[in-house]
């Protein structure tokens, strides 16, 4: 157990709809990270936050948004899906300015059919 | 930005025989991190190393800042090793965001 825990697991949807996956970053890390590998794009940075407030965006999508909450969990929403947004999507968390680096959770396959 | 190179995108090697991946990255960094997938899709941490030498175990890991590449070495491989090795960099301050290369596909044959 990485201390990094995302739900769910896996997750089917159709096309069109709505999803949320969730993730607590590691016990003392105020840093949440968010990414998505796909076969075609491999690991794409979505969005980062730090103590609840957006530090920095990258590839993500306007149907997808992110937020931190006071407790320091995230929430990555992810609407409108396409066939397309079919991927394993990771949470990662650190303290910024550690020696240690990232520690990611396991991830949420999101398959959209 | 950042672009990450890594080689070679396969290897293929018995058990016991030792490896060494590489990554080149294009501009000055502040942070590299090199990554274990395992065939369940985990991401585990092996290495934070920005600069200089470090080892764990049968794993080592260097990175030269001023010629832009890390070297992963692998010893004595054994079944489990099997999976992608992903060199990830970054330029912020501190852990920010990441920029990964494509991988190393490493299958250790018994």
Same mark, same amino acid.
């Given at each position: 157990?990485? #201390?990094?825990?995302?739900?769910?697991?896996?997750?089917?949807?159709?096309?069109?709809?709505?999803? !949320?996956?969730?993730?607590?970053?590691?016990?003392?890390?105020?840093?949440?990270?968010?990414?998505?590998?796909?076969?075609? *794009?491999?690991?794409?940075?979505?969005?980062?936050?730090?103590?609840?407030?957006?530090?920095?965006?990258?590839?993500?999508? $306007?149907?997808?948004?992110?937020? *931190?909450?006071?407790?320091?969990?995230? $929430?990555?929403?992810?609407?409108?899906?396409?066939?397309?947004?079919?991927?394993?999507?990771?949470?990662?968390?650190?303290?910024?300015?550690?020696?240690?680096?990232?520690?990611?959770?396991?991830?949420?396959?999101? !398959?959209?059919? | 930005?950042?672009?990450? $190179?890594?080689?070679?995108?396969?290897?293929?090697?018995?058990? #016991?025989?030792?490896?060494?991946?590489?990554?080149?990255?294009?501009?000055?960094?502040?942070?590299? *991190?090199?990554?274990?997938?395992?065939?369940?899709?985990?991401?585990?941490?092996?290495?934070?190393?920005?600069?200089?030498?470090?080892?764990? #175990?049968?794993?080592?890991?260097?990175?030269?800042? !001023?010629?832009?590449?890390?070297?992963?070495?692998?010893?004595?491989?054994?079944?489990?090793?099997?999976?992608?090795?992903?060199?990830?960099?970054?330029?912020?301050?501190?852990?920010?965001?990441?920029?990964?290369?494509?991988?190393?596909?490493?299958?250790?044959?018994?």
């Amino acid at each position: 157990d990485s #201390g990094v825990t995302q739900t769910p697991k896996h997750l089917i949807t159709a096309t069109g709809q709505r999803v !949320t996956l969730r993730c607590s970053p590691r016990s003392g890390d105020l840093s949440v990270y968010w990414y998505q590998q796909s076969l075609d *794009q491999g690991l794409q940075f979505l969005i980062q936050y730090y103590n609840g407030e957006e530090r920095a965006k990258g590839n993500i999508l $306007e149907r997808f948004s992110a937020q *931190q909450f006071p407790d320091l969990h995230s $929430e990555l929403n992810l609407s409108s899906l396409e066939l397309g947004d079919s991927a394993l999507y990771f949470c990662a968390s650190s303290v910024v300015a550690s020696n240690y680096g990232y520690t990611f959770g396991s991830g949420t396959r999101l !398959t959209v059919v | 930005g950042i672009q990450v $190179e890594q080689s070679p995108p396969d290897l293929i090697l018995q058990e #016991g025989a030792n490896s060494t991946l590489r990554c080149n990255f294009s501009d000055s960094v502040n942070n590299l *991190q090199w990554f274990h997938q395992n065939p369940w899709g985990q991401l585990i941490n092996l290495f934070y190393i920005p600069s200089g030498t470090k080892q764990n #175990g049968r794993l080592s890991a260097t990175t030269v800042a !001023t010629e832009r590449y890390s070297l992963l070495y692998i010893s004595s491989s054994q079944t489990t090793d099997s999976g992608v090795y992903f060199c990830a960099v970054g330029s912020g301050f501190g852990n920010e965001k990441l920029t990964f290369g494509t991988g190393t596909r490493l299958t250790i044959i018994p």
